[in-house]
């Protein structure tokens, strides 16, 4: 630690936690440190994942109440449905009534069924209790009907976010500039600057990776490596191309940006995955259409 402020190396570490600039834990094999990005992409990527987590609880449990609603709205039908007292007719006043042996025990019953629907209707025990064990999980440790519905719901969802995942894997490349689309030049040294930041559109593609592009507003022809460009994003409700990624190929509609986090929600329109709403997408894999 010659020509430093700090005596030791401890002290540096210890200077790093007291200012934040890292996570500093005193272990048994000696310091830990973890470094904390303060660069405001990262923040803002945390703070998008943080607002999305507790805005997946929020729908989750929206969904729990709607389905609840369902199971009471289920079960009034059914009480509906059940058999009820009616009065007697009689075509013929003159004729003899036949009792039938059974007549009690059925009178017995359906008292008890007229008397349960008083209870459920009056907030009885018996009501209570059902939508009570419909809420809560059962003694036995299975799920209640809720639970179990929220379950499958919750494994078909993350079943479909793998697949998507395993598909967006796969189908991104290292190459991704491809004819039709707009794309911006990054590249101070072309044409001495003249042509920095300038929009150009994408003619022909050679070797994946090398782009033949006429300028916009001069008609300039180039032939630039795709690491001399990026792609440029168009305003909401524009159509663009997905050239990475899952639907890469494929047109899509741009539904909204975020600019904290660059990332994109778009709608594919065309390809298998026609209709899928994708919510985060990044820049670099969506482009202008050089024809919108």
């Given amino acids: 630690m010659n020509a430093t402020q700090w005596d030791t190396l401890g002290s540096f570490v210890q200077y790093l936690g007291r200012t934040g600039k890292c996570v500093v834990d005193e272990t048994d094999k000696g310091w830990h440190l973890q470094f904390v990005d303060r660069d405001p992409r990262a923040v803002a990527r945390r703070q998008e994942l943080e607002r999305k987590r507790k805005a997946e609880l929020d729908h989750d449990e929206r969904h729990r109440r709607f389905l609840e609603r369902q199971l009471e709205v289920a ?18 006043a003159g004729e003899k009534i036949k009792m039938a042996i059974g007549a009690k025990a059925s009178a017995k019953k359906e008292a008890a069924l007229a008397g349960g629907e008083k209870a459920a209707a009056f907030g009885g025990a018996d009501g209570s209790a059902e939508q009570q064990q419909r809420r809560e999980p059962r003694e036995d440790g299975k799920p209640s009907a809720v639970d179990a519905i929220m379950q499958e719901e919750e494994r078909r969802r993350q079943q479909r976010r793998r697949r998507l995942e395993d598909e967006a894997r796969r189908q991104r490349k290292e190459n991704w500039v491809a004819p039709g689309i707009v794309v911006k030049v990054t590249n101070k040294k072309v044409g001495d600057g003249r042509y920095y930041k300038r929009k150009a559109a994408v003619k022909q593609v ?3 990776f090398c782009a033949t592009v006429e300028l916009l507003d ?9 690491d001399d460009l990026e792609t440029v994003i168009p305003k909401p409700g524009r159509m663009v ?33 026609k209709g899928e709403v994708l919510d985060r997408v990044e820049y670099e894999d969506i482009c202008r259409l050089a024809d919108e």
Avoid at 75 to 92: F, H, I, M, N, V
Avoid at 218 to 226: I, M, T
Avoid at 246 to 265: F, M, P
């Fill in 206 to 208: 050679e070797d994946k």
């Fill in 218 to 226: 001069s008609g300039d022809v180039l032939r630039l490596d795709q």
């Fill in 241 to 273: 191309k997905v050239v990475n990624g899952l639907g890469r190929g494929c047109v899509a509609k741009l539904l909204d940006i975020s600019v904290d986090d660059y990332c994109a929600r778009i709608r594919i329109d065309s390809g298998s995955h």
């Fill in 75 to 92: 079960a009034g039908k059914a009480a509906d449905s059940q058999q009820r007292p009616t009065k007697l007719l009689r075509a013929d």
